[in-house]
């Protein structure tokens, strides 16, 4: 019924930027907390940054200061700007939202992912 759809991963060299989207369409009455996670290869997935319908934001500390996460409420998206990319960012970056359908059910929602590799 929810379809989570990120764009926008690639191939950057270091200190690059790269700007992830992903839209959440379907059976949606309003959607609370937005937020990227990613995994790296042998690693488990871990939190990036997430963001809660009136704006308020979290960042792991390690994306500080260099990724900036946002979102559209209207068109139910949300964005990862990601600046000064470091090789240890490239993971798999994955989009997670929490939906209230129109329903009245709520649901924690996962995207398939998007890679994104920082290499020169």
């Known amino acids: 019924q929810v379809q989570l759809a990120e764009s926008g991963g690639g191939l950057v060299q270091p200190g690059g930027s790269l700007r992830l989207s992903c839209a959440a369409t379907?059976?949606?009455?309003?959607?609370?907390?937005m937020g990227w996670y990613r995994q790296a290869p042998g690693k488990e997935r871990e939190l990036v940054a997430t963001i809660d319908r009136g704006g308020i934001t979290n960042y792991a500390d390690s994306v500080k200061g260099r990724f900036t996460i946002s979102r559209n409420n209207a068109n139910n998206m949300v964005y990862l700007q990601m600046n000064s990319l470091k090789p240890e960012d490239t993971a798999v970056y994955y989009c997670n939202a929490q939906i209230l359908h129109d329903s009245w059910r709520v649901s924690d929602n996962w995207g398939q992912g998007t890679q994104v590799t920082v290499s020169s």
């Open positions: 379907g059976s949606i009455r309003s959607i609370n907390f």
